[in-house]
């Protein structure tokens, strides 16, 4: 099992950056390839960004693509979300996710997940 704490989110004007974290517990991070997945108000959860195991591939929606990085630090069982250039559109609960699967796009195929953290990008 893997539990999951994301950190890093807060306010940001239009056009500013925020790096989110998430750790992870447990000796298994390295067997997870890992996802962020976001949700505003009244919206379904949507994906945003995956990597897999090793950290050498990954994948975005179009929506953040050339504007957000996930990297992961498999040593310090943690990934990370960096986004640059936030809009207003941006705003929403990010969650971080393990899964077996990877790359995987869909929240179905994620078997853990964090609580969340909230991302507020003021115009």
């Known amino acids: 099992q893997v539990q999951l704490v994301e950190s890093g989110g807060g306010l940001v004007q239009g056009g500013g950056s925020l790096r989110l974290s998430c750790a992870a517990s447990g000796r298994t991070f390295s067997r997870y390839a890992m996802g962020w997945f976001r949700q505003a108000p009244g919206k379904e959860r949507e994906f945003v960004a995956a990597i897999n195991r090793s950290g050498g591939n990954s994948g975005y929606a179009d929506s953040v693509k050339g504007r957000f990085t996930i990297s992961r630090d498999n040593a310090k069982n943690t990934v990370y979300l960096q986004m640059n250039s936030l809009k207003p559109e941006d705003t929403a609960d990010y969650y971080c996710?393990?899964?077996?699967?990877?790359?995987?796009?869909?929240?179905?195929?994620?078997?853990?997940w964090g609580q969340g953290t909230q991302v507020t990008v003021s115009s």
């Open positions: 996710a393990a899964t077996q699967i990877s790359l995987a796009t869909t929240p179905a195929a994620y078997d853990y």
